[in-house]
């Protein structure tokens, strides 16, 4: 099973409804609040966790300064929610045996797509 790690910006009640699911979740404003977005990404390589966040940056570090991706990273891009939407919208995600693995899965309010994180050589 996936063990994820939620950003700062990642809302607590949503991660709190992950969390209460039964899902392996920490988040990093508890864990270890504002840290850079290059030591999130180190964070989720070293303990084997996919990225849950709201931070577009993670995608530029990956694809424009080619820095080493985590696992998977699953980026929100909704403009207006609830605080627990966000949670129940990952839940659902989890629950249909998504693949984020390798993926960077791009949530928006028109649906998911996703693409792959090892593009580099």
């Known amino acids: 099973m996936n ?3 939620a950003d700062e ?3 607590i009640p949503s991660f709190r409804l992950v969390f209460e699911s039964g899902i392996d979740i920490v988040h990093i404003g508890l864990l270890a609040p504002s840290i850079a977005d290059p030591d999130v990404m180190e964070l989720a390589r070293q303990q084997d966790r996919i990225l849950v966040t709201f931070d577009r940056d993670h ?3 990956i694809f424009s300064r080619e820095s080493l991706p985590p ?3 699953v980026y929100f ?3 207006q929610y609830s ?3 966000p949670g129940r919208i990952l839940l659902a995600l989890i ?3 998504t693949n984020f693995d390798g993926f960077l899965t791009v949530v928006g309010s028109s649906g998911v797509r996703r693409r792959a994180l090892w593009l580099q050589s």
């Open 95 to 97: 629950r249909s045996e």
């Open 77 to 79: 891009r909704l403009r």
């Open 9 to 11: 910006n990642f809302p």
């Open 3 to 5: 063990r994820y790690l």
């Open 59 to 61: 995608g530029e570090l």
């Open 71 to 73: 696992k998977g990273i």
């Open 83 to 85: 605080k627990e939407e």
